[in-house]
T-cell receptor
């Protein structure tokens, strides 16, 4: 079974600073994908970044980067130059990529508040 | 390009009633998944449909059901509502990229009184 762990309490960061949101995972699947989603108060889950288990390099998407440490089973999200609009819930998720199904297993999420 | 559309956005029901939620996927997306989000349990997978067939199912009682139509639109139904069914119900469609990221709607917030 797949499991995602996000244990940080609410996180605070000053505007324009960088912040790291932690995620550890557990799976017996050899091939898997790791995702980060942002959920603002509107409720919509917004896809941020993806890392495949066999990807050699850490994924980056604009101000988002994923610090992937496979041996430690961690996939931390780094947000650089934080903006007020980054205040939201952030979810780490995993999917088994060997099958055709789309099921994602989510962590409990982390609340990020950006201070002006 | 229109996103995932869920209706209704908000609804209030009483215990014992039933509810139907609708999801219109992004054009061209054929896989539709449903998730339940509660403060206590977080995001939990309900089921996934692809080409009108249920492809995967989560660990929910039979009161939760769904279906998909030929135009890929999907509905989920919850019968005999319980207080614990109060939640945000999110629909997601799978993108065409190999990464398989999901695109979510804004959800239907159900309150059961």
């Amino acid at each position: 079974a797949q499991k995602i762990t996000q244990t940080q309490p609410g996180m605070f960061v000053q505007e324009k600073e960088a912040v790291t949101l932690d995620c550890t995972y557990d799976t017996s699947d050899p091939s898997y994908g790791l995702f980060w989603y942002k959920q603002p108060s509107s409720g919509e889950m917004i896809f941020l970044i993806y890392q495949g288990s066999y990807d050699q390099q850490n994924a980056t998407e604009g101000r988002y980067s994923l610090n992937f440490q496979k041996a430690r089973k961690s996939a931390n999200l780094v947000i650089s130059a934080s903006q007020l609009g980054d205040s939201a819930m952030y979810f780490c998720a995993m999917r088994d990529v060997t099958g055709a199904n789309s099921k994602l297993t989510f962590g409990k999420g982390i609340t990020l508040s950006v201070r002006p | 390009k229109a996103g995932v559309t869920q209706t209704p956005r908000y609804l209030i029901k009483t215990r014992g009633q039933q509810v139907t939620l609708s999801c219109s996927p992004i054009s061209g997306h054929r896989s539709v998944s449903w998730y339940q989000q509660t403060p206590g349990q977080g995001l939990q997978f309900l089921f996934e449909y692809f080409s009108e067939t249920q492809r995967n199912k989560g660990n929910f009682p039979g009161r939760f059901s769904g279906r998909q139509f030929s135009n890929s639109r999907s509905e989920m139904n919850v019968s005999t509502l319980e207080l614990g069914d109060s939640a945000l119900y999110l629909c997601a469609t799978r993108g065409l990229a190999n990464t398989g990221e999901l695109f979510f709607g804004e959800g239907s917030r159900l309150t059961v009184l």
